[in-house]
């Protein structure tokens, strides 16, 4: 019979057989925004100990815990793609998917001809304010970036500090929207191109100005920029709150790539 211990730390529940280590749940202190709220949780059984139950044993330990910090719900730690191996686990275990992110692949200058008439009609009708501006990454401060993605985009700033520090975006075809004040309003990340391909990998625009030119203008600039150096084709994610980006991945003839998911299991009320 497995017993299990809250022994390594308060948030760690970990599971021994005769005297071994059979398995852990990691289970975070903090619940991510996320609707309904979930408590993420880490599983991982190693393979003796596999197919006898221990896996469920754990879950229910990490929803007791949900449960007692008043969350109904637990899920995932990360999202994983809904044909791998991690997918089917969670599944055995009575979870269920919710789509995360869904990675689209498109030919730069279709997704060109579908926002160009787009940035012609913010342009003619003065929907760009004078003296506001889109420049390369290069041209503007490591510390504004860094600053805008980790105020508006969850994960924070690390693994774009990290890039930046190993020239790994292109710095020409990477696009920085301005105010007319001077501040930065936005920010389109794209990795360096891999025989004509490139990543997208963050696209952040403040709050105040998500519904004005800059969405459109960060890209369009990007794309000019991209496809005058040779750049075929660009791959990029949408998640559920990012629904006018799979559009626009529709319009040009994008393909999805893949879809991963997070995985969410509810926490029934105690008993009684």
């Given at each position: 019979m497995s017993q299990l211990s809250q022994r390594v730390e308060p948030s760690v529940l970990v599971a021994y057989e005769a005297g071994r280590f059979a398995g852990a749940i990691a289970v975070a202190c903090v619940t991510p925004p996320s609707d309904p709220p979930a408590v993420p949780c880490a599983l991982h059984v190693v393979p003796w100990a596999r197919q006898r139950g221990l896996g469920r044993d754990l879950v229910a330990s990490a929803a007791g815990l949900a449960r007692l910090w008043g969350v109904r719900a637990i899920s995932s730690f990360e999202?994983?793609?809904?044909?791998?191996?991690?997918?089917?686990?969670?599944?055995?275990?009575?979870?269920?998917?919710?789509?995360?992110?869904?990675?689209?692949?498109?030919?730069?200058?279709?997704?060109?001809?579908?926002?160009?008439p787009l940035w012609e009609r913010l342009t003619s009708r003065g929907r760009v304010p004078a003296g506001s501006r889109l420049t390369s990454l290069a041209e503007a401060p490591r510390e504004d970036v860094l600053k805008l993605r980790a105020m508006h985009l969850v994960g924070g700033s690390g693994s774009t500090e990290a890039a930046l520090a190993t020239d790994a975006y292109d710095q020409e075809s990477s696009t920085v929207a301005w105010s007319r004040d001077g501040r930065v309003?936005?920010?389109?990340?794209?990795?360096?191109?891999?025989?004509?391909?490139?990543?997208?990998?963050?696209?952040?625009?403040?709050?105040?100005e998500q519904r004005t030119w800059v969405n459109v203008g960060l890209m369009h600039r990007s794309l000019d920029h991209g496809i005058a150096m040779g750049l075929r084709s660009v791959t990029f994610d949408a998640g559920p709150e990012h629904r006018d980006t799979a559009i626009l991945a529709a319009k040009a003839g994008g393909v999805l790539v893949y879809r991963k998911n997070r995985y969410m299991l509810a926490v029934p009320p105690a008993a009684g």
């Open positions: 999202a994983v793609e809904e044909t791998s191996d991690e997918a089917q686990g969670w599944s055995r275990l009575g979870f269920a998917p919710t789509v995360a992110v869904e990675r689209f692949v498109c030919e730069a200058i279709e997704l060109r001809r579908v926002l160009a309003t936005g920010i389109l990340l794209c990795r360096r191109m891999v025989d004509g391909v490139s990543h997208i990998d963050s696209r952040v625009v403040t709050p105040g």
